[in-house]
């Protein structure tokens, strides 16, 4: 437990407050967007760093723990993982041991201070990300992990950056797509779309993140968009 626990996890800290509540919303649409067939992996992901992915996987993974769902997340950023960091726990075992030494899921997985949400770690930063990431052994532990939990949420690298969340995106129910407001470049979301969908993803929604709504301090809203919205399928329900 070397790290110290990230201020970005609003919802557990605070289950009032109003990022809490935004997380809350997010919870409930996506609930409703699968509501035939539940979205059981979602892959989080972005155009670009620091858009709030990791965050938002956070936080989510605690809203949807509340409402009396088992959850893991599980950190398939191998390049520059953080959700260690945001829960105070240790990055090994994890994902990397799993895929490389066969190391069971059960002995890998470790617990948050959120009842009911379980964290998978990255484990150690390996040499060749993409080659484990987009491996069969990746996509027998992501349907272990679906069938010992409600949800599994998977934290990934930048869409456009690297080519590790185009591979786990068609081994998940769903993509949410994070992008920072009055930041990231139309261009950049559409080739981030045109990338995913290449790679068979559904896109379920996306989640505007540091929205300034009404132009005061309060700045970190979220905006969500449901795929059954648009007809270019992003989706739309305000936080």
Same mark, same amino acid.
């Given at each position: ?15 009032? *407050? ?12 996506? *609930? ?10 979602? @892959?989080?992901? *972005? ?37 260690? %960091?945001?829960?105070? @726990? ?12 066969? @190391?069971?899921?059960?002995?890998? %997985? ?31 532990? %992501? ?9 599994? %949420? ?19 129910? +769903? ?29 379920? +929604?996306?989640? @505007? ?5 009404? +132009? ?9 968009? *449901? ?13």
């Amino acid at each position: 437990m070397s790290e110290k626990p990230n201020r970005f996890v609003y919802s557990n800290v605070d289950s009032r *407050s109003p990022f809490a509540e935004a997380f809350r919303t997010l919870r409930t649409n996506i *609930s409703f967007s699968g509501v035939d067939n539940p979205y059981r992996t979602i @892959l989080v992901a *972005s155009t670009l760093p620091g858009e709030g992915k990791s965050s938002t996987t956070a936080n989510l993974g605690v809203v949807i723990a509340q409402a009396g769902q088992r959850v893991l997340i599980i950190d398939c950023d191998l390049r520059k993982p953080v959700q260690h %960091i945001n829960f105070n @726990l240790n990055n090994t075992p994890g994902v990397t041991n799993c895929l490389v030494n066969e @190391l069971e899921l059960s002995k890998a %997985i470790q617990n948050t201070e959120a009842q009911g949400l379980d964290v998978l770690t990255s484990g150690p930063i390996p040499p060749n990300p993409a080659e484990l990431i987009g491996s069969n052994k990746m996509a027998a532990l %992501i349907n272990s992990a679906r069938d010992a939990y409600d949800i599994v %949420i998977l934290d990934s690298p930048p869409v456009v950056t690297v080519t590790d969340a185009s591979l786990l995106a068609s081994m998940v129910d +769903g993509v949410l797509l994070v992008v920072k407001t009055a930041s990231t470049k139309i261009e950049l979301v559409q080739e981030t779309k045109s990338l995913l969908e290449k790679a068979n993803a559904k896109i379920i +929604g996306v989640v @505007l993140n540091k929205v300034d709504v009404n +132009g005061s301090n309060y700045y970190y809203h979220y905006y969500y968009y *449901s795929s059954e919205d648009k007809k270019n399928n992003i989706p739309r329900v305000a936080l």
